[in-house]
């Protein structure tokens, strides 16, 4: 069974007219599962993460700072806004993130699916941004090891680099960060030598790609670098950051996957991680800006976790694949194997 979490107070977060990240992302994700229903998907409410579980990530000052602006409309940085329910919002974003790990890891769900808003990997420990108020993922990342977690893998997709994620774990090898991105790009974060430090030097992998690439190109990216290093991580849990802005259909990137492309990606992680950890998968909704190809893909993502399989086409690009080589050539020193 997949548990899929979602709730309308969600669509109470309002960031301003015109704004990309709006609730009809969110509208349009629940119309497409109602009209196309999944028999081993259910719908579960969440709750709002507690204060503890926020602060496995945040600062207290910031913490503090957010729950002052609820109830208000303010700016937190030039992308980022939050409406009068906002922070409800996000407590709950963020507590939907720990639900599902708790039902995947007790093993009363197979895999799930967190729909939430507002997103979470641009968040940093101590500042909202790039659409983001806390970190859902390094939130959920922290809570799977509270439950007895060793090793956590956390996988970023979204065509925006996790820089909030990034930095989290930089430094640790408890949780290997992976990020498959357009690059140079916003945040500017996420070079294919940002490794790691210290203790964590190798557990941080970047693939950076230039704009244009499809879905052949994800796919080298998958088999050449980050299922090789993944199988090495041995993962007791993976979660995905899952953006779907990278779509070719999507407003504010330059990518070319296609639904395909989403459903192998998932697909490999579903793989992977019944391979190292009993199928223990966690999806979080990052980005994703055209309401069709995000639902679509969603909804594909979906079927994946329902059973079904999807794989790569063939024939990356020269530059995808250099790309690849490039990030496997940076992480050998780390991974002799690789």
Known sequence: MTSVFFDPLFLEHQPGLHHPERPERLERIIEVLERNPLPSASLRKPRPATDEQLGYVHTPS?????????????????????????????????????????????????????????????????????????????????????????????????????????????????????????????????????????????????????????????????????????????????LVSAGFDPHRADPLAGMNVTERGFAAMCSMVLQLAKETCGGRLILLLEGGYDLDATAQSVHGCLEVMSGRYDEFPTGASVSGYSAVRRSREALRPYWPQL
């Open 62 to 238: 910031y913490r503090a700072h957010l729950r002052a602006l609820a109830g208000q409309t303010a700016e937190l940085d030039p992308d980022t806004y939050i409406s009068p329910r906002s922070y409800e919002a996000s407590v709950l974003a963020a507590g939907a993130a720990v639900n599902a790990v708790e039902e995947v890891m007790s093993g009363k769900a197979e895999n799930a699916f967190a729909l939430v808003r507002p997103p979470g990997h641009h968040a940093e420990a101590n500042r909202a941004m790039g659409f983001c108020l806390f970190n859902n993922v390094a939130i959920a990342a922290e809570a799977a090891l509270r439950l007895g977690a060793e090793r956590v893998l956390v996988h970023d997709w979204d065509v925006h680099h996790g820089n909030g994620t990034q930095h989290f774990f930089y430094a640790r090898r408890d949780v290997m960060y992976q990020s498959v991105h357009q690059y140079p790009f916003y945040p500017g974060t996420g070079a294919a030598d940002e490794l790691g430090s210290g203790p964590g030097v190798g557990y941080t992998v970047n693939c950076p790609f230039p704009a244009g690439r499809i879905d052949a190109d994800y796919g080298a990216s998958y088999h050449e670098l980050f299922l090789p290093t993944a199988f090495l991580f041995r993962p007791d849990v993976v």
